[in-house]
């Protein structure tokens, strides 16, 4: 049986949207002003992005008289003001409390923001690859940290004045390549797991080309398996 909404319910989406669209344009209004741009500056600055959004429309979205705000304009006006979507949605400091979605009540404008980015993990809500791409780059970074740990300690180890700050040299480099080489082992445990899903690894810094197997080279297809 379909359900009915009672004229207070029907209400609460344009309030919802008005909302949405209200801090977005809010947002993009404070940071034009902030940066000491007009709208045509603003308008400029898109175009130059590549997706033209005119004077006009601008100054009609600040002003509430703009009915819709495709995602896509959303894109462009972030980075065009040099900020994240996130930030023009949610715009924390600024805005106290926001309306997630239709039919609920306000909530801190922070927590929402935590939420819309998966930075507070909502229960039942999949996240997807997000975590899987968290740790890869924790471990890129731990790898290269070594690394460059390492040749530090190999060039103490062979400027070194004495015997006892050769071998402290030496332990320290011997201690930052087994941490190099544990956190490569585990990046390609991991790239090995999100081919064998189906996703394409992020890509690799220079420094690293010997994490992947040379059956996994870029102009090899994605069919191919260690």
């Given at each position: 049986?379909?359900?009915?909404?009672?004229?207070?319910?029907?209400?609460?989406?344009?309030?919802?949207?008005?909302?949405?669209?209200?801090?977005?344009?809010?947002?993009?209004?404070?940071?034009?002003?902030?940066?000491?741009?007009?709208?045509?500056d603003l308008a400029d600055r898109?175009?130059?992005?590549?997706?033209?959004?005119?004077?006009?429309?601008?100054?009609?979205?600040?002003?509430?008289?703009?009915?819709?705000?495709?995602?896509?304009?959303?894109?462009?006006?972030?980075?065009?003001?040099?900020?994240?979507?996130?930030?023009?949605?949610?715009?924390?400091?600024?805005?106290?409390?926001?309306?997630?979605?239709?039919?609920?009540?306000?909530?801190?404008?922070?927590?929402?923001?935590?939420?819309?980015?998966?930075?507070?993990?909502?229960?039942?809500?999949?996240?997807?690859?997000?975590?899987?791409?968290?740790?890869?780059?924790?471990?890129?970074?731990?790898?290269?940290?070594?690394?460059?740990?390492?040749?530090?300690?190999?060039?103490?180890?062979?400027?070194?004045?004495?015997?006892?700050?050769?071998?402290?040299?030496?332990?320290?480099?011997?201690?930052?390549?087994?941490?190099?080489?544990?956190?490569?082992?585990?990046?390609?445990?991991?790239?090995?797991?999100?081919?064998?899903?189906?996703?394409?690894?992020?890509?690799?810094?220079?420094?690293?080309?010997?994490?992947?197997?040379?059956?996994?080279?870029?102009?090899?297809?994605?069919?191919?398996?260690?």
């Open positions: 049986m379909t359900q009915c909404r009672s004229d207070d319910e029907e209400d609460d989406f344009p309030e919802w949207v008005d909302r949405v669209q209200a801090n977005v344009a809010g947002e993009v209004r404070r940071r034009r002003k902030e940066m000491g741009w007009s709208a045509q898109c175009e130059g992005l590549g997706h033209p959004i005119p004077r006009n429309v601008i100054a009609n979205m600040e002003s509430g008289r703009r009915a819709g705000l495709p995602l896509v304009d959303v894109i462009v006006l972030a980075a065009a003001l040099e900020t994240y979507p996130a930030c023009l949605i949610f715009p924390v400091g600024y805005v106290d409390r926001t309306q997630e979605l239709p039919l609920q009540g306000l909530v801190p404008t922070w927590d929402a923001l935590r939420r819309f980015t998966g930075e507070e993990e909502v229960f039942g809500h999949d996240s997807g690859l997000v975590p899987d791409f968290e740790v890869h780059t924790s471990l890129v970074r731990t790898a290269l940290a070594a690394i460059e740990e390492e040749e530090r300690a190999r060039f103490a180890a062979k400027t070194a004045t004495s015997r006892a700050q050769q071998e402290e040299a030496e332990r320290q480099r011997t201690a930052y390549a087994d941490q190099a080489l544990s956190a490569k082992y585990k990046l390609r445990y991991l790239r090995r797991e999100l081919r064998d899903d189906g996703a394409i690894p992020p890509d690799l810094p220079p420094t690293l080309h010997d994490v992947d197997p040379p059956e996994w080279a870029p102009e090899t297809t994605s069919e191919v398996r260690p």
